[in-house]
């Protein structure tokens, strides 16, 4: 496909236009733009792609190079599929995805619901809000295990402080009922904005002459709400949720340095989990089918996402 | 109800709405806070319990985060000449000697070559290549488009196993021009994605006339385009030197030594007898606060940026 896109361009680009210029012709012109694009692409992102494949079939260790290699053909997808460590993690990674995407979409609608108030100063606290999402979620997880500590942590000092509970009568991440809430809280604090950021778009394209040809019609402000604000978000707020979807699907460096998959496997994701395989365990054959697994999953929960969202967009 | 008025809220509302979001922003940022107010704090202030909001702000952080120090004993602390300088001071203040300095400033210097030279790669390239695919009728463009968008998806783990072979394989790995390569493939997408949008914006009739004034396609690009979207070029520099910046992943999984990033060093800084909670936090706020300036001076083209460009203002 790529080998023929010089003349692909070649045939596309009317000549007239071509000739007209001195110098370069456009055609020439966008393949020099856009061939070290794809080049890099292919180079560090396709190739490694196919490598995986080739990788996932054989009983290759990356930590063994010189160890004859086998081929094992869908040994390796059969072993992933009937792994029950392997459906645990997936249950842990969906009670996540789940979870996290109820809060920021309740939280972060809500907060560009009330922001589009357009109080005095809205500017300044959106701003303000937006910050933790643009930091780091490796040093900020870091540190969020200082805040989780009993005792000495401030969250727990709040939350005991609110709760009128003993603040070193509980710990977040080394409990095993607490622990996946432990993420789910950070990760919401983190994301809840990209989402209100989102609704706000969604909120601000909304014209202010259906409201008032809908207040003519005498329909309340609760009618209003569900039958023209709610709808009209809708195509914005499940781009947000495509986004975090996928965002917190791959979800590795906040989660890994806030509780590292513990305590046990409870708050093992697939990321975490895949990188005990690929670079702890050094079964390097069965993580790429692993990896290969994931993305085949990630890509198709997307498109058959991306068609609904289009639908949703149609109406 | 004598100014009734349905599409602007009244004031009661206004000031409901203002109560409850600035409620929200108070919360969300008291960690940060907590995270700034912990780098000024000494050792003991940081672990009391209960946690202290008002201390007697100290530099000991910063000074043990540039620092790697040893125990000595009284007498021999007696003995030593006066110190020199004042991270001297501090130092002995609390009984010890600094051995030399820490890794601190070469893993932060890491960051910013390797961020700054991804950055400029990306940007370079995917300039060129926004305009191209804005521009010009390149067969299968909403094709390729979309394949670049998507090597996105990918779990940057799933990405890393055949990349960490490769690089073994090619010695990149663990230098600088292996990471810069890498987050170069991994914020072009976002580059691509965002320019294309700003180059779009720009009315073609400007190059056409300047076309029609003799310039060739090239110099109509860069005298024309680029200064026309220079705002859209720094912003969306801003996007992926955030990008790479803030990434953990790869260099965790790639990088041990020399070309070891900021990300996966901070959290392993433990000072003399424990995990070192005031040196910890003065690292992580050099660290983020710059990324809080730009987030600040960025808020215009945000949700462009975080959305690829699927969501403009």
């Known amino acids: 496909m790529l080998n023929s896109l010089p003349e692909r361009v070649a045939k596309v680009t009317p000549l007239a236009a071509a000739r007209r210029i001195r110098g370069l012709s456009d055609r020439t012109i966008a393949w020099i733009f856009v061939g070290p694009t794809i080049f890099l692409l292919l180079a560090i992102n396709i190739f490694p792609l196919l490598w995986t494949i080739r990788l996932s079939l054989t009983n290759y260790r990356a930590n063994q190079p010189n160890r004859p290699l086998q081929w094992v053909g869908l040994d390796n997808y059969r072993r992933i599929l009937n792994d029950p460590d392997i459906w645990n993690t997936m249950q842990v990674t969906a009670h996540f995805l789940i979870w996290t995407i109820v809060l920021q979409v309740l939280i972060g609608f809500t907060l560009a619901w009330l922001i589009n108030r357009k109080f005095k100063g809205s500017d300044l606290w959106t701003t303000i809000i937006v910050l933790p999402m643009m930091l780091s979620p490796a040093v900020v997880g870091n540190f969020w295990t200082f805040f989780y500590q009993p005792q000495i942590g401030i969250f727990n000092y709040v939350v005991a402080f609110f709760a009128g509970a003993d603040p070193s009568s509980f710990t977040m991440i080394g409990s095993v009922d607490l622990a996946p809430w432990s993420i789910v809280i950070v990760d919401t604090w983190m994301w809840t904005p990209f989402v209100m950021l989102i609704c706000l778009a969604g909120l601000r394209s909304i014209p202010s002459y259906i409201y008032e040809a809908a207040a003519i019609d005498r329909a309340s402000s609760w009618r209003q709400f569900w039958t023209i604000t709610i709808p009209m978000v809708m195509p914005f707020l499940m781009l947000a949720v495509l986004f975090r979807g996928i965002e917190n699907f791959k979800m590795f460096d906040l989660v890994v340095q806030l509780t590292g998959g513990g305590p046990g496997s409870i708050t093992e994701l697939t990321s975490i989990n895949l990188k005990r395989e690929a670079f702890e365990k050094w079964r390097t054959g069965y993580a790429s089918a692993y990896a290969i697994i994931l993305f085949v999953t990630v890509f198709g929960l997307a498109s058959i996402y991306v068609k609904a969202l289009n639908k949703v967009k149609e109406r | ?313």
């Open chain 2, 1 to 313: 109800m004598s100014s009734y008025s349905i599409t602007a809220p009244s004031s009661r509302q206004k000031w409901i709405a203002g109560t409850f979001v600035i409620l929200y922003a108070l919360i969300t940022i008291t960690p940060l806070v907590w995270i700034i107010a912990t780098g000024f704090k000494s050792g003991p202030d940081s672990i009391s319990y209960p946690p202290k909001v008002l201390f007697q702000p100290r530099l000991e952080g910063y000074v043990n985060l540039f620092t790697t120090r040893t125990r000595a004993n009284a007498e021999d602390l007696a003995a030593m000449p006066p110190p020199e300088t004042w991270y001297e001071q501090v130092v002995r203040d609390n009984g010890m000697v600094i051995a030399g300095p820490s890794r601190f400033g070469e893993r932060f210097l890491n960051s910013v070559i390797i961020g700054f030279g991804s950055t400029f790669l990306s940007v370079f390239l995917g300039t060129l290549a926004a305009y191209a695919f804005s521009r010009f009728k390149i067969p299968l463009k909403d094709d390729l488009l979309f394949f670049i968008l998507s090597t996105r998806m990918m779990p940057p783990i799933a990405v890393a196993i055949p990349i960490f072979l490769m690089f073994r394989t090619l010695g990149l790995s663990d230098t600088h021009l292996g990471m810069i390569l890498l987050y170069t493939a991994v914020n072009i997408s976002l580059a691509v994605w965002l320019l294309k949008g700003f180059i779009d914006e720009i009315p073609r009739e400007y190059e056409e006339a300047a076309l029609i004034d003799g310039y060739t396609r090239f110099q109509a690009f860069y005298k024309v385009v680029l200064p026309q979207a220079a705002t859209g070029i720094a912003s969306t520099a801003i996007f992926c030197l955030i990008f790479a910046w803030n990434e953990y992943a790869f260099a965790v999984l790639l990088t041990s030594g020399t070309a070891q990033t900021a990300p996966p060093f901070i959290p392993t800084i433990i000072g003399v007898g424990g995990k070192d909670w005031p040196a910890v936090a003065a690292g992580a706020t050099l660290f983020l606060l710059p990324v809080m300036v730009f987030t600040i001076l960025l808020r215009k083209h945000l949700l462009r940026g975080i959305t690829f460009g699927a969501v403009r203002k």
